[in-house]
């Protein structure tokens, strides 16, 4: 079945650092991919979304590119603010095993914690 | 435009109670999904329906567990007899057209099972 596997945290920085948060994904079809974050106590808010290959989805200067051969979906930003500490959901969306249905499949979360 | 709605957000069960949670979409759209998140844990998919109709509860527990979407009020999910393993926050997303448009999350309900 579909699964995605994202780096386990928490990752901890600093305000202005570098951020990557690897997802890697296996899917039956040809899937879209999304990453979706949650501040506390809210519901998952969708930040970006790529659905083909080579498509980079981008947001609030977040951004992944949708790696076909190496079936990943990093997540980076260039200088990270403390309203940026969240937990980081990558997902997918497979027509090809969930029917019309698109449901998602996510990986388990990634906690960010960014200092001043 | 009010969000997902989800009430109520946190629900204390004895063991053998029944959990009643409830999922009121985005106005406009009529198709909702419940997915659980278990401690340490990814969400999970649990049921896709649309207005009266399940379309997919491959995710759902086979015994003890029931949702419904009906014609007009929120999309309830029931856990009768509740375990300590049901503990977990239960989010819904709702959209307007699935494959289309995004889906939308609610708050989510942290059920804790005594």
């Not at chain 1, 659905?51 to 190496?70: H, I, L, P, V």
């Not at chain 1, 260039?78 to 959901?89: L, R, T």
């Not at chain 2, 709605?5 to 419940?34: D, I």
């Not at chain 2, 999309?75 to 375990?83: A, C, D, G, K, Y």
Request: aromatic letters at 12%; glycine letters at 10%.
């Amino acid at each position: 079945g579909d699964s995605v596997t994202q780096m386990e945290g928490p990752v901890t920085l600093s305000e202005e650092a570098f951020l990557t948060i690897n997802c890697t994904y296996t899917a039956t079809g040809y899937p879209s991919l999304f990453w979706y974050v949650q501040y506390p106590g809210e519901g998952l808010q969708l930040l970006l979304k790529a659905t083909k290959a080579d498509d980079k989805g981008s947001n609030k200067g977040f951004e992944a590119t949708y790696r076909k051969e190496t079936t990943s979906f990093h997540l980076e930003k260039g200088s990270v603010q403390v309203s940026d500490s969240a937990v980081y959901f990558c997902a997918l969306s497979d027509p090809a095993s969930g029917g019309s249905n698109y449901k998602l499949t996510f990986g388990k979360g990634t906690l960010l914690t960014v200092n001043p | 435009n009010a969000g997902v709605m989800q009430n109520p957000r946190h629900l204390v069960r004895r063991r053998g109670q029944e959990a009643r949670l409830r999922c009121s979409p985005m106005k406009g759209h009529s198709h909702v999904y419940w997915y659980r998140q278990l401690p340490e844990e990814g969400l999970k998919f649990m049921v896709y329906l649309q207005k009266e109709n399940i379309i997919d509860e491959s995710g759902m527990p086979k015994e003890r567990f029931s949702a419904e979407f009906p014609k007009e009020g929120p999309s309830i999910l029931r856990i009768q007899q509740v375990v300590r393993g049901d503990s977990a926050a239960y989010f819904c997303a709702s959209t307007y057209h699935p494959g289309l448009s995004e889906q939308y999350f609610g708050p989510g309900t942290r059920l804790t099972v005594t």
